[in-house]
T-cell receptor
Framework: DAKTTQPPSMDCAEGRAANLPCNHS???????VYWYRQIHSQGPQYIIH???NNETNEMASLIITEDRKSSTLILPHATLRDTAVYYC?????????????FGKGTKLSVKP | KAGVTQTPRYLIKTRGQQVTLSCSPI?????VSWYQQTPGQGLQFLFE???????NKGNFPGRFSGRQFSNSRSEMNVSTLELGDSALYLC??????????????FGQGTRLTVV
């Protein structure tokens, strides 16, 4: 089973920041938080990942709370093309812990 | 740098037949994982290969099998197809299978329809 909890859906106005929350209260010390998104019927696209520090790349920012029990993915200026299902995944080290276990994700709808 | 390539993109098969799907990972990636995505069950892990050896396997029947070649390309096979095998089959590649610090990249998938 997925080790994360996400809201099933969210709306965001085009041009505004989209903040997608994720709870992972049972995360252990060596597990990373990964975010992927899937646009309808395409393969999941890697967005960002982190261990405990905040991370930023050209797509998004990842904010992880100090106790690591939750995180937020931030798309700073959402566009219509960001409409997708966003998956938050906790990934461990090696063996079956290294698999990507997908939950149901959050369906983000960016509206004009 | 080319991404993960899956062939074919679309496939229609009849119940009872078998099917082979192919995945070419990103150059330099040695780990290949396979996933099945259906509307009812979502994205589910099938198996993972690294250095031509299956390292992990998900909870799927023995009709689902795979292999990896020395050039890291991978194939998965489904025998005795059932209607419920209709799904999007996704392949992901990463540099190593045991390093959770490195991301996995997905192909566009093969859409299998069983009639």
């Amino acid at each position: 089973d997925a080790k994360t909890t996400q809201p099933p859906s969210m709306d965001c106005a085009e041009g505004r920041a989209a903040n997608l929350p994720c709870n992972h209260s049972t995360i252990s010390g060596n597990e990373y938080v990964y975010w992927y998104r899937q646009i309808h019927s395409q393969g999941p696209q890697y967005i960002i990942h982190g261990l405990k520090n905040n991370e930023t790349n050209e797509m998004a920012s990842l904010i992880i709370t100090e106790d690591r029990k939750s995180s937020t993915l931030i798309l700073p200026h959402a566009t219509l093309r960001d409409t997708a299902v966003y998956y938050c995944i906790v990934r461990g080290y090696g063996g079956s812990q290294g698999n990507l276990i997908f939950g149901k994700g959050t369906k983000l709808s960016v509206k004009p | 740098k080319a991404g993960v390539t899956q062939t074919p993109r679309y496939l229609i098969k009849t119940r009872g037949q078998q099917v082979t799907l192919s995945c070419s990972p990103i150059s330099g990636h040695r780990s290949v994982s396979w996933y099945q995505q259906t509307p009812g069950q979502g994205l589910q892990f099938l198996f993972e290969y690294f250095s031509e050896t299956q390292r992990n396997k998900g909870n799927f029947p023995g009709r689902f099998s795979g292999r990896q070649f020395s050039n890291s390309r991978s194939e998965m096979n489904v025998s005795t197809l059932e209607l419920g095998d209709s799904a999007l089959y996704l392949c992901a590649s990463s540099v190593n299978y045991y390093d959770s610090r490195t991301e996995a990249f997905f192909g566009q998938g093969t859409r299998l329809t069983v009639v």
